[in-house]
């Protein structure tokens, strides 16, 4: 079964550009979650997404933004970006709900 | 609000040895708990959970003990092998209305020594 995959791996932009982040679940997994990871905050829950809703969120501005769709892929932006959103970006699929998350490799994003 | 704290950034340990990572929590009502290992440049991945139901769950070299009177949880690798070196996650979860949130720590930072 595959796993997790997150495109794309690497990417580079500049301060007020915006970015498109895409991640496809394992196969039956209807609940996928966003992470981001900076150096010394470890992971900070971004939002989750099951059935093409949104059931919970993080504390992050309204700058960062997701959705999935109906094959339980989920893609999430971040508009007009700043310095500080230069981290790696996780994307985690889960079933049923609760169950233990499993990652991607990441999205690693540098803003310049 | 910190709700999950490793406090211990990095730890070093001889191979062969006990290597043995902690994790607070703060939020009483976190009722399942997850251990994750992450290797540079690839995701998570998972170790060992534990429901708050019980104390203890052991797998393999990976054993891990919770104590809810002192809202902390511990890890244990018995016997610490090389590659064991990672950066290992410790994170908390509570159901609310049917869903799931997941609340990581800082990571602690595991280097064993040959």
């Known amino acids: 079964k595959a796993g997790v995959t997150q495109t794309p791996r690497y990417l580079i932009k500049t301060r007020g550009q915006q970015v498109t982040l895409s991640c496809s679940p394992i196969?039956?997994?209807?609940?996928v979650s966003w992470y981001q990871q900076t150096p010394g905050q470890g992971l900070q829950f971004l939002f989750e997404?099951?059935?093409?809703?949104?059931?919970n969120k993080g504390n992050f501005p309204g700058r960062f933004s997701g959705r999935q769709f109906s094959n339980s892929r989920s893609e999430m932006n971040v508009s007009t970006l700043e310095l500080g959103d230069s981290a790696l970006y996780l994307c985690?699929?889960?079933?049923?709900?609760?169950?233990?998350?499993?990652f991607g490799e990441g999205s690693r994003l540098t803003v310049l | 609000d910190q709700q999950v704290k490793q406090n211990s950034p990095s730890l070093s340990v001889q191979e062969g040895r006990i290597s043995i990572l902690n994790c607070d929590y703060t939020?009483?009502?976190?009722?399942?708990f997850l251990w994750y290992k992450k290797y540079p440049a690839e995701g998570p991945t998972f170790l060992i959970s534990?429901?708050?139901?019980?104390d203890k769950n052991e797998d393999g070299r990976f054993t891990v003990f919770l104590n809810k009177s002192a809202k902390h949880l511990s890890l244990h690798i018995v016997p610490s092998q090389p590659g064991d070196s990672a950066v290992y996650f410790c994170?908390?979860?509570?159901?609310?209305?049917?869903?799931?949130?997941?609340?990581f720590g800082t990571g602690t930072r595991l280097k064993v020594l040959a």
């Open positions: 534990i429901s708050s139901i019980k």
């Open positions: 994170a908390a979860s509570r159901e609310s209305s049917g869903t799931y949130k997941y609340i």
């Open positions: 939020n009483s009502m976190f009722d399942y």
């Open positions: 985690a699929s889960s079933s049923p709900p609760g169950a233990e998350l499993f």
């Open positions: 997404y099951f059935s093409e809703t949104q059931r």
């Open positions: 196969s039956g997994h209807r609940s």
